[in-house]
């Protein structure tokens, strides 16, 4: 663990400084290929799923997932931000993106931090609702209250910090953590080489760009699913994107579905050293986040 100074989260100076930091590190990770973090060895695996501006579930997730204590743990992160828990009206979810900015650099290598759908929505300025208004709008109204005339400069920062998450982590027993898979209409048009490469520009362009297809894509066929398997050589997807009730759902015979953001929320440890499970042991397998105490 790298020792990390604790920030003034309404310094815009010191939070542009610590997502960039943050997103250099996620660039040039030695663990990087292509638009895919590696997750390589034995070891811990704790897949989450949306947290959506949950920081005590954050902070479950950090515990569970033993990363301050063994040095062979690794955690999945993805949709931070845009929450329901809105201050005067104001989206002040950045502040997600700056604990686990700090986290990543805690932690060099360990914490995988994977590109979803509302930070794309939020670095490119598209509307994204979670049935309280355009989320975009009310973080941009957040930035601007807290930083006024350096808002722009802190949105620019996390842009940066957004360009440089990868698509999907992957481990060495055949696990794909990604926040969702493209739709099976998209397919005809999916680039499925793009994990092997940089992501640029285009793949970000709506209904065109891969990079958004697979942030975005619902209603997985199972046909689908099994040849993105077969392409990519892959036993498990773990995905987000979709609301499961009780917290983890099986989303076809290799998917599994998972959220982390509401009151049953769950959380699912890999073993990194052993084959990667089953959808139908995977769901033994989660941790209800009520179960996890947070102390101090």
């Known amino acids: 663990m790298t020792k990390v100074r604790p920030i003034d989260d309404q310094d815009a100076v010191a939070v542009v400084d610590r997502l960039s930091a943050a ?15 590696m997750i390589d060895g034995r070891g811990s695996l704790l897949f989450t799923g949306d947290l959506h501006d949950n920081p005590t579930n954050l902070s479950k ?11 062979d743990a690794h955690i999945v992160l993805h949709e931070l931000i845009h929450g329901e828990r809105l201050q005067q009206g104001l989206d002040l979810s950045y502040r997600m993106l700056v604990k686990v900015a700090s986290l990543v650099l805690e932690h060099p290598g360990r914490v995988h931090v994977l590109l979803a759908n509302h930070e794309l929505a939020q670095m490119e300025g598209h509307s994204v609702s979670k049935g309280g208004g355009c989320m975009t709008t ?32 992957r481990t060495e027993n055949g696990v794909l953590c990604s926040h969702s898979l493209p739709g099976p209409m998209m397919m005809d048009r999916f680039d499925t080489g793009i994990l092997d490469r940089e992501l640029e520009a285009d793949d970000y362009a709506p209904m065109e760009g ?27 997807f773990c995905l987000g ?15 599994i579905l998972l959220n982390s953001d509401h009151d049953q929320a769950m959380v699912l440890p890999i073993d990194l050293g052993i084959p990667a ?15 996890v105490e947070v102390h101090g």
């Open 210 to 236: 891969s990079a958004w297809m697979m942030v975005w894509g619902r209603g997985h066929a199972e046909s689908q699913v099994e040849m993105l398997a077969e392409e990519w050589g892959i036993s498990l």
């Open 23 to 37: 997103a250099a590190a996620m660039r040039e990770a030695p663990n990087r290929r292509g638009s895919v973090s």
């Open 138 to 169: 009310l973080f941009d109204l957040g930035l601007r209250a807290v930083f006024e005339e350096e808002a722009d400069l802190v949105a620019s920062a996390i842009g940066e910090f957004v360009r440089a998450l990868p698509l999907a982590a």
């Open 277 to 291: 499970p089953t959808v139908e042991s995977a769901v033994f397998d989660a941790v209800p986040l009520a179960s």
């Open 61 to 71: 997730v950090v515990r569970c997932s033993r990363i301050a204590r063994e040095t």
């Open 241 to 255: 994107h979709a609301y499961v009730e009780s917290g983890i759902g099986i989303g076809g015979p290799r998917t």
